[in-house]
């Protein structure tokens, strides 16, 4: 199959360009490298710099192949600057967003993946979130990729394509037999900040709160292995070209940790001392999210195998040694 993944070059974008293409598929990158970066990708994948600001670019990746699907995942992640700073996320989530689904109509691009978050949910109303759960999100992030979740719906009536919103739960992990991924700088994410922790490279981490209702006080999230997000983002393309039919799901595990679980398991596998201190709860963190996964598996028959935390905190701790060593942290 012919890919094009726009965010190819980004910490998901490029794991799924690596799974995808170990399945034999042809693919194109088309990056802006705002964040991510070439080195990311092998060479021989295709790459195209450009922005989902320019028709002009987008459309002349899209006339460079006839491709069966693309698939989107160049969009800021930052739940808290989208807050300070929504029309940075209006331009880039949305605007782009809205540009990538009318070029691929344009240029008859049938078949959309499109990375949304579990951020369109809110807060949990309960847990574990299934799909059918309100979508009340409470940051402007989660409303950006609300806002192209309900276009591709109505795109999807109105201009025939077919989509799948995958709603990620926390992504975290790197693909453990291919070290070279280059980290994220400024990180905003707790994995990589406790990872920043364990290399000095930072003095302390910051704890937000610990009087969450939760056994240690501290939030739990679903931590989901990137390499099994890129193996939902496979099946959910076959799932959407064999049976003709859209798809909105989660990709998560259902097995929650707190932020102390991390902490702690980063002191076994690094052997190093995490500082801490607890500073105030930051505002819009609920105490549990957690997926539920069945919808995924019932449809695309996904269900996540390399997402336990000892997987994922050795498979970053791997990654960010391997960063420090070539001085790229
Ligand atoms: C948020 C989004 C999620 C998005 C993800 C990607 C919401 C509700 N969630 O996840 O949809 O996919 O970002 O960026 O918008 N923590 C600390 N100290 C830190 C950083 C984090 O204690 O320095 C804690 C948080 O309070 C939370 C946990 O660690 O309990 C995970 O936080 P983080 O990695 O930022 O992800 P989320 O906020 O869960």
Same mark, same amino acid.
């Given at each position: 199959?012919?890919?094009?993944?726009?965010?190819?070059?980004? %910490?998901?974008?490029?794991?799924?360009?690596?799974?995808?293409?170990?399945?034999?598929?042809?693919?194109?990158?088309?990056?802006? /490298?705002?964040?991510? $970066?070439?080195?990311? *990708?092998?060479?021989?994948?295709?790459?195209?710099?450009? +922005?989902?600001?320019?028709?002009?670019? *987008?459309?002349?990746?899209?006339?460079?192949?006839? $491709?069966?699907?693309?698939?989107? /995942?160049?969009?800021?992640?930052?739940?808290?600057?989208?807050?300070?700073?929504?029309?940075? &996320?209006?331009?880039?989530?949305?605007?782009?967003? /809205?540009?990538?689904?009318?070029?691929?109509?344009?240029?008859?691009?049938?078949?959309?993946?499109?990375? +949304?978050?579990?951020?369109?949910?809110?807060?949990?109303?309960?847990?574990?979130?299934?799909?059918?759960?309100?979508?009340?999100?409470?940051?402007?992030?989660?409303?950006?990729? *609300?806002?192209?979740?309900?276009?591709?719906?109505? $795109?999807?009536?109105?201009?025939?394509?077919?989509?799948?919103? /995958?709603?990620?739960?926390?992504?975290?992990?790197? #693909?453990?037999?291919?070290?070279?991924?280059?980290?994220? +700088? #400024?990180?905003?994410?707790?994995?990589? @900040?406790?990872?920043?922790?364990?290399?000095?490279?930072? #003095?302390?981490?910051?704890? $937000?709160?610990?009087? &969450?209702?939760?056994?240690?006080?501290?939030?739990?999230?679903? %931590?989901?292995?990137?390499?099994? @997000?890129?193996?939902?983002?496979?099946?959910?393309?076959?799932?959407?070209?064999?049976?003709?039919?859209?798809?909105?799901?989660? @990709?998560?595990?259902?097995?929650?940790?707190?932020?102390?679980?991390?902490?702690?398991?980063?002191?076994?596998?690094?052997? !190093?001392?995490?500082? %801490?201190?607890?500073?105030?709860?930051?505002?819009?963190?609920?105490?549990?999210? *957690?997926?539920?996964?069945?919808?995924?598996?019932?449809?695309?028959?996904?269900?996540?195998?390399?997402?336990? @935390?000892?997987?994922?905190?050795?498979?970053?701790?791997?990654?960010?040694? %391997?960063?420090? !060593?070539?001085?790229?942290?």
């Amino acid at each position: 199959m012919k890919i094009l993944v726009v965010g190819g070059a980004g %910490y998901i974008g490029s794991h799924f360009v690596l799974a995808a293409s170990k399945k034999g598929n042809e693919i194109t990158v088309f990056d802006d /490298l705002s964040s991510g $970066f070439k080195s990311n *990708l092998n060479d021989n994948i295709s790459f195209y710099k450009g +922005s989902t600001l320019s028709k002009k670019e *987008l459309d002349s990746v899209m006339l460079s192949d006839n $491709f069966d699907v693309a698939v989107h /995942l160049a969009a800021f992640k930052a739940a808290g600057e989208s807050m300070l700073n929504p029309g940075k &996320y209006a331009t880039n989530n949305i605007i782009g967003g /809205l540009n990538l689904i009318e070029s691929c109509v344009k240029n008859n691009i049938k078949n959309i993946i499109f990375s +949304s978050s579990a951020a369109v949910y809110g807060t949990p109303r309960y847990t574990p979130i299934d799909e059918d759960h309100p979508l009340l999100p409470i940051n402007y992030y989660g409303y950006s990729k *609300l806002t192209i979740e309900q276009n591709l719906k109505w $795109f999807s009536k109105l201009k025939g394509i077919r989509y799948a919103s /995958l709603r990620y739960f926390n992504a975290a992990g790197y #693909d453990s037999n291919c070290k070279k991924f280059q980290v994220e +700088s #400024d990180p905003q994410n707790l994995i990589p @900040l406790v990872m920043e922790v364990a290399l000095e490279k930072r #003095d302390h981490l910051e704890v $937000f709160g610990d009087d &969450y209702a939760t056994p240690d006080g501290t939030g739990i999230r679903d %931590y989901i292995h990137v390499t099994d @997000l890129a193996e939902g983002h496979l099946a959910s393309i076959d799932y959407i070209i064999n049976n003709n039919e859209n798809l909105e799901i989660n @990709l998560g595990t259902g097995e929650g940790f707190s932020v102390l679980d991390i902490i702690k398991k980063t002191q076994i596998i690094s052997n !190093k001392k995490i500082n %801490y201190v607890v500073s105030d709860r930051r505002s819009g963190d609920p105490d549990i999210v *957690l997926s539920s996964s069945k919808k995924a598996k019932q449809l695309i028959g996904w269900s996540p195998t390399r997402s336990d @935390l000892d997987n994922i905190i050795k498979s970053t701790w791997a990654t960010y040694n %391997y960063n420090m !060593k070539a001085n790229k942290l």
